[in-house]
């Protein structure tokens, strides 16, 4: 798919001028009917910004792109509409850039040749593309907003509904008979209103519903230490937090890759170029086990790397968030990954000291904690227009420098998540992955996500919870005692407390993102390989009750239970609970 330029802008044609150029901050004059949030095409390549602030003839914009070059005088003139998403087929398998611009053809490949990198003011060019239509309904059915109408199905094979949009309610006047359909095509007629094959929707505005419901069913992300002691619901918000090299990006991907969602939607906001085209490799080469074709066929990729214009990494969130939106409107539940939102409130930053805003703590903006309560409101499971049920979950990475939880991006961002997933660096560096501290982590959805367990057959799961996540606790306090009087000095109860604990670390918490069988685990799995953690460990308490001495036990064989997650299939809860007897038969035997 070719990349081109706009047409240029011409001395004459614009409705103003631009008078001054502060990096990507342009004070334009005699732009005429301007409102805040508009698009304005500035200079002559039509270099796209958004306004931010009017002061009489003076306004205010700030630019997604790269401004060398654009120089008092040159025109600009104002698209009369808010930053939009054209919303439509050819999404998935897609990578975009923060403005939904595409970096490559969906599916041909990680940001394939030279249509990864745009030009200042480049825009799709050349043979526009084509779907296949096929409808499903017929004219005079009554239709609602979200109601599907056709599928659509690109060169990549993938089907992708095509629905009313929102305020397209009533009778199906006509809709177009299978055929070849462009983006900008009419394909059905509703009331009088024409629906286009794609819709454009402003990304800063929510997309509306009939009502939102509880969110009462898990994500399962495949990783046991969060889906068993730090679960996220479906439709609820989850944050990530670390310094550097603690594993945020490789867990991000481990959600990414096997958490049973519908549609990902994986907005890599300031990060490392080549991380990102790793992510997009994996994706492109994993199978996906619902469909058993690649994963990036129910992936989008909003990529605005670290050394893509940093205006734009502010408008990705909002992009990627109006995606996810658009699929859940479609009765799909989608995971909306950002990584991270610290940088994105880097750019907040940049723009407000452009800009002349009075800083606040850091250098931040005033308005930073409104931004992510706005952003992290806008997740949740609805009711859509059309009747169905969707949901949009977000999981956002948080990169706070030097580790210090007590910034601000950090210490706001624990206020309005759900769950927060907080990486420690000592169990990094002692290679223990996922990193998650069970010490600085919590979730909010375990009381109704303990109902939904109960529902489905496992009305032990909340208290196995608590037991597993209570031993852990007692665990590191007896730790720090036997760093003073040492481990021998311990009463056997407390010796079989650290044991059973580094049982839990090791066998359950501990996963392998390299291993087929451990990068992801099946619920069945991670509930049988908690409860054989506390089953040793409550028949060696009874044994150290009954005069076993605490060495013989913790020279007891527990390998078959330590390799159960690695040499055992995901969802081979059958083959734990067989590997539990046999560790609770050598315990019984005597030394």
């Not at 002061?55 to 698209?79: F, H, I, K, N, W």
């Not at 209103?193 to 009462?216: F, Y």
């Not at 040492?486 to 993102?513: D, I, N």
């Not at 081979?572 to 609770?584: E, F, I, K, S």
């Amino acid at each position: 798919m070719a990349v081109t330029g706009h047409p240029r802008l011409g001395a004459g044609d614009g409705d103003g001028r631009v008078t001054r150029v502060a990096g990507p901050l342009v004070e334009l004059a005699g732009l005429g009917n301007v409102a805040v949030f508009d698009i304005a095409e500035v200079g002559t390549d039509r270099l796209p910004g958004e306004v931010v602030a009017i002061d009489g003839d003076r306004v205010t914009a700030q630019l997604y792109e790269y401004t060398g070059g654009l120089a008092p005088g040159m025109p600009a003139r104002s698209r009369g509409e808010p930053l939009s998403a054209r919303l439509g087929p050819g999404l998935l398998g897609g990578v975009f850039d923060g403005l939904l611009r595409p970096l490559t053809d969906p599916l041909a490949g990680p940001l394939a040749g030279a249509a990864a990198w745009l030009r200042p003011g480049a825009r799709r060019g050349g043979e526009p593309p084509r779907f296949r239509f096929r409808p499903s309904a017929r004219p005079g059915d009554e239709v609602a907003p979200g109601a599907r109408l056709g599928v659509a199905v690109g060169a990549g094979g993938i089907e992708e509904a095509v629905v009313a949009p929102p305020g397209a309610a009533g009778r199906l006047a006509w809709v177009a008979g299978e055929r070849l359909a462009g983006v900008d095509d009419v394909v059905a007629r509703v009331e009088g209103r024409d629906v286009g094959l794609t819709a454009r929707w402003p990304v800063r505005r929510p997309r509306p519903s009939r009502c939102r419901l509880d969110a009462t069913v898990p994500l399962a992300t495949g990783q046991r230490v969060l889906d068993l002691l730090f679960p996220v619901a479906k439709g609820s918000t989850a944050a990530v937090v670390g310094g550097f090299g603690t594993g945020k990006t490789v867990l991000l991907q481990q959600v990414a890759k096997w958490c049973d969602a519908d549609v990902i939607v994986y907005v890599g906001c300031g990060e490392r170029g080549n991380e990102l085209a790793d992510v997009i490799d994996e994706l492109q080469a994993l199978e996906d086990p619902r469909t058993s074709r690649r994963l990036a066929e129910r992936t989008v990729i909003i990529a605005n790397t670290s050394n893509m214009p940093v205006m734009a990494r502010e408008a990705s969130i909002y992009t990627g968030m109006t995606v996810a939106e658009y699929f859940r409107d479609q009765g799909l539940d989608v995971v909306l990954i950002a990584d991270s939102t610290s940088r994105w409130a880097e750019a907040l930053r940049e723009f407000s000291s452009r800009s002349g805003e009075l800083p606040a703590e850091e250098g931040f903006p005033a308005g930073l904690a409104s931004a992510l309560a706005a952003f992290y409101e806008r997740a949740g499971r609805v009711e859509t227009l059309a009747g169905g049920q969707g949901s949009v979950t977000v999981v956002a990475a948080v990169s706070p420098p030097g580790g210090d939880m007590a910034e601000p991006v950090s210490a706001h961002t624990q206020r309005f998540v759900r769950s927060l997933w907080t990486l420690d660096r000592d169990l990094a560096y002692a290679r223990h992955y996922p990193a998650v501290s069970w010490r600085a982590s919590f979730s909010r959805d375990v009381a109704s996500l303990a109902a939904w367990h109960t529902r489905n057959g496992d009305a032990g799961w909340a208290a196995r919870r608590a037991r597993l996540h209570a031993l852990l606790a007692e665990a590191d306090h007896l730790r720090s005692v036997a760093e003073l009087v040492g481990t021998a000095a311990l009463p056997g109860r407390e010796r079989v407390v650290l044991l059973a604990a580094r049982l839990a670390r090791e066998a359950v918490l501990q996963q392998s993102a390299l291993s087929p069988n451990d990068a992801t685990c099946g619920l069945a799995k991670q509930s049988a390989l908690a409860g054989a953690v506390l089953a040793v460990h409550d028949r060696a308490q009874a044994l150290v009750r009954d005069g076993r001495p605490a060495t013989l036990l913790e020279a007891a064989g527990y390998a078959p239970l330590l390799r159960a997650g690695a040499e055992l299939g995901p969802d081979d809860a059958a083959g734990v609970t067989a590997r539990r007897d046999q560790v609770l038969a050598a315990l019984e035997r005597p030394a």
